[in-house]
């Protein structure tokens, strides 16, 4: 849908009826995936390419998450490896987010907030607490639903469970770096 949806923005896809919904819609709202994808397009990428890269990027964090949160739970890198395989080739489905959504779904951006809601945990579960506020941050701009999700979490998690041995260094400068190029 992403493809579908960046096409229409790059003006690749033209509806006779400038008052289509879609278009009015698309052409309103922004999401990170969409113009992304739409400068791809107009760079000259190929579609299956972009695809791909789409559904291997999404694979990759919810692989990610799953090996940490495993490897949290289970202090065995091997069986946590396995683990992340198997969910990942069985397309074993998390539960719904903000609509029902499985690994691989043509609904890119809930599939994108889905891998980057499995990464977050992830992240928590390996302690990486800065990396973790960082990817919630971005993903409001892939899924703003599920990115206030997990920022909500984060902030209410980090008020209630006040750890004296939360080092957060989130004012480094890399991590400042990090944080303008998300919001730019």
Known sequence: RAINVALILSNKINYADKLNVLNIDYHNTWSLTFHTLKLLINLGFNLKLLNFIILFVCLFMSGVGIFL????LSDNLFVSFCIACFIIITNINFGNLDYPVLLISEHTNG???????????GLIADKKINSAILLSVATLGIHIIIGAWLIAILFLSIFFFKEKNLKMNFFEKKNIYY??????
């Open 69 to 72: 949160i495993s490897k949290t």
């Open 179 to 184: 944080l303008l190029v998300i919001f730019a």
């Open 111 to 121: 599939m994108s907030g889905q891998a980057c809601a499995v990464l977050f945990f």
